[in-house]
């Protein structure tokens, strides 16, 4: 196999292996309510700031009606908490709630133990060139 299908054949399986490894691991017994992409949403909130439903929208590419669909689940079930702006009334604020910043924290965990997985073996250099091509590939991926 020469370097081009050998690259095809990794991404187009790695894409497909996190995506399978990262629902089992993200949707344990405690997270059986809410899925992969709540998970998602739920890091894209964040732990710090309450955030405009607009800003969530962005950083996740939904609309802020598809948002506000996901939101509303995940405040029936207790991970997210929303108010209306004091400066602006118009604006809502959402922020996680105590079980959504334990689902965060679960979250993150996997993606540290990814990460670390990944560097575990590599040299400064090859951390380098590493870094430099999965930011070529997300450049891609970005302006598809």
Do not use: C, P, W
Not at 80 to 89: F, K, L, P
Not at 102 to 116: I, N, P, Q, R, S
Not at 121 to 126: A, K, R, T
Request: hydrophobic share 40%; proline share 0%; charged share 30%.
């Amino acid at each position: 196999m020469n370097h081009y299908e050998t690259i095809n054949d990794v991404l187009v399986n790695l894409f497909n292996d996190i995506l399978d490894i990262e629902e089992k691991a993200l949707i344990t017994s405690e997270y059986n309510d809410i899925s992969v992409k709540d998970m998602h949403i739920i890091e894209a909130i964040g732990m710090n700031e309450s955030k405009s439903m607009s800003v969530v929208a962005k950083a996740i590419s939904v609309t802020v009606g598809t948002l506000t669909i996901a939101v509303n689940n995940l405040v029936k079930k207790g991970y997210v908490r929303r108010v209306r702006s004091e400066e602006d009334r118009r604006v809502v604020l959402i922020s996680l709630s105590e079980k959504g910043e334990k689902a965060y924290l679960h979250h993150k965990t996997f993606h540290d133990k990814m990460v670390l997985a990944v560097l575990k073996d590599l040299s400064y250099e090859e951390t380098e060139v590493l870094t430099k091509a999965l930011a070529k590939l997300q450049k891609f991926f970005r302006s598809y």
